[in-house]
């Protein structure tokens, strides 16, 4: 007879050591801010999804894009300069 396990006890059984590392957890913090813009822009899309886009929400999508560009463009700049030695560019 061949016992069967449950997906829930496999998954469960490693949780222990699948904590994020301090590493893992700092590099999150660098990203939240990008994060963060982008759950705006998605919640200024989702707004869209069932009516026609009036002016407001027009203006509210391209304001969000305008940060999400802008938070990217200083998360690549600062993981630039962060990578390189001495922090020459």
């Given at each position: 007879?061949?016992?069967?396990?449950?997906?829930?006890?496999?998954?469960t059984a490693f949780a222990d050591?699948?904590?994020?590392?301090s590493a893992e957890l700092d590099a999150i913090e660098q990203e939240m801010p990008?994060?963060?813009a982008e759950?705006?822009?998605?919640?200024?899309q989702i707004i869209t999804l069932d009516r026609t886009?009036?002016?407001l929400d027009a203006r509210r999508i391209?304001?969000?894009?305008?940060?999400v560009l802008a938070e990217r463009a200083t998360l690549a700049n600062r993981t630039?300069?962060?990578s390189l030695p001495g922090g020459a560019a």
């Amino acid at each position: 007879m061949d016992h069967i396990v449950t997906v829930q006890d496999a998954v469960t059984a490693f949780a222990d050591w699948i904590e994020p590392t301090s590493a893992e957890l700092d590099a999150i913090e660098q990203e939240m801010p990008l994060i963060l813009a982008e759950v705006d822009l998605l919640d200024a899309q989702i707004i869209t999804l069932d009516r026609t886009p009036n002016e407001l929400d027009a203006r509210r999508i391209r304001r969000a894009r305008r940060r999400v560009l802008a938070e990217r463009a200083t998360l690549a700049n600062r993981t630039a300069t962060a990578s390189l030695p001495g922090g020459a560019a």
